[in-house]
């Protein structure tokens, strides 16, 4: 398997959870903003709608890129940036592009239904217009995205060889919702410091498709610890941190070399999943306080940037897929 071929299936799955990952998070803090300003509308108040366009720009960790580019913050110019700004690099168009750029080079060897499935979406979403949004409602348009990626997801999961191929789009997506989990924790560690809204809190949960099952391990218990628990450590729920670095370095494992030389790289790279698993391993539930935790929110989104680094160095050459 050629290394520029690892290297874009990786990417296909970094950037097709990316995509849905973003979705997630505008469309939950989309509707809590809305939610926000109807319950506490008042006669020229517009502090509260800047803070909610600004953290959703926030919750994706692109605030100074779309400050220079934007300047200020209101309603269109950031559903637009998020989602079908070419421009942004991680817009919804941009990583539905970069998939589908790294999967036409794949197409002899990736199944056609997925490049079927990963066209389509392409060419439904680039003829989407900012005012779409607005006047088909973004509650819909997000849960469109959301369909589009469950179908890409499921037809890889149906119809691909469990081999190197697939290991390697598995591993981009396990990577992907790590990083992207604690970006999201983060964010709302911020808020919480400046005074956030307990809402706030509560949406970490909605965007991660988390709130039914929260419940069901902790009832009527909605503490922060425990929200921060949930998505952090649970082992079975499957947008965790814990279950995301887990499944990784099952995949990870699974990658079969036959060069001596790429082997022990290889072994470096398990073993520093291994350690960034041992590092949430000894987290307990003091550190899910937000006052401790975002100290540790950034260690852990180190370590998984680290990974990144570490798998490009072991398995692609650089430059060769559209990363």
């Not at 992907?176 to 809190?201: D, F, M, P, Q, V």
Request: aromatic share 10%; hydrophobic share 40%.
């Amino acid at each position: 398997m050629l290394n520029r071929n690892a290297e874009s299936l990786f990417w296909i799955g970094r950037y097709m959870e990316r995509a849905e990952n973003h979705a997630r998070l505008i469309d939950v803090h989309y509707h809590l903003g809305m939610e926000q300003d109807e319950a506490s509308a008042e006669p020229g108040k517009t502090s509260g709608s800047l803070a909610k366009w600004s953290r959703i720009v926030d919750s994706l960790g692109s605030r100074d890129a779309y400050e220079q580019q934007y300047g200020e913050y209101s309603e269109q110019a950031v559903l637009f940036y998020t989602t079908l700004d070419r421009d942004n690099a991680n817009s919804l168009i941009s990583c539905v592009s970069h998939a589908r750029g790294n999967l036409r080079t794949l197409r002899e060897k990736a199944p056609s239904e997925l490049w079927d499935a990963t066209n389509a979406f392409y060419l439904w979403l680039r003829e989407k217009q900012p005012e779409d949004m607005l006047r088909e409602s973004p509650h819909h348009f997000f849960g469109k995205i959301k369909e589009w990626t469950a179908l890409f997801q499921g037809i890889s999961q149906s119809v691909m060889p469990r081999e190197n191929e697939w290991h390697f789009i598995e591993c981009g997506r396990y990577l992907e919702r790590s990083e992207n989990t604690l970006r999201i924790l983060k964010a709302a560690a911020n808020t919480a410091a400046s005074g956030g809204s307990y809402s706030y809190l509560q949406a970490v949960l909605r965007s991660v498709s988390g709130y039914q099952a929260f419940r069901r391990y902790y009832a009527d218990v909605m503490s922060v610890e425990a929200i921060v628990e949930f998505v952090v450590l649970n082992a079975a729920f499957p947008r965790s941190l814990q279950f995301a670095l887990h499944t990784l370095d099952e995949h990870v494992r699974r990658i079969e070399l036959h060069d001596k030389q790429l082997r022990g790289a290889h072994d470096r790279v398990i073993r520093q999943v291994a350690k960034v698993k041992a590092d949430l391993a000894c987290l307990d539930r003091d550190d899910m306080r937000f006052d401790r935790g975002e100290g540790i929110i950034t260690h852990m989104l180190d370590a998984c940037s680290q990974l990144g680094v570490q798998f490009a160095n072991t398995f692609f050459r650089m430059g060769e897929a559209s990363a």
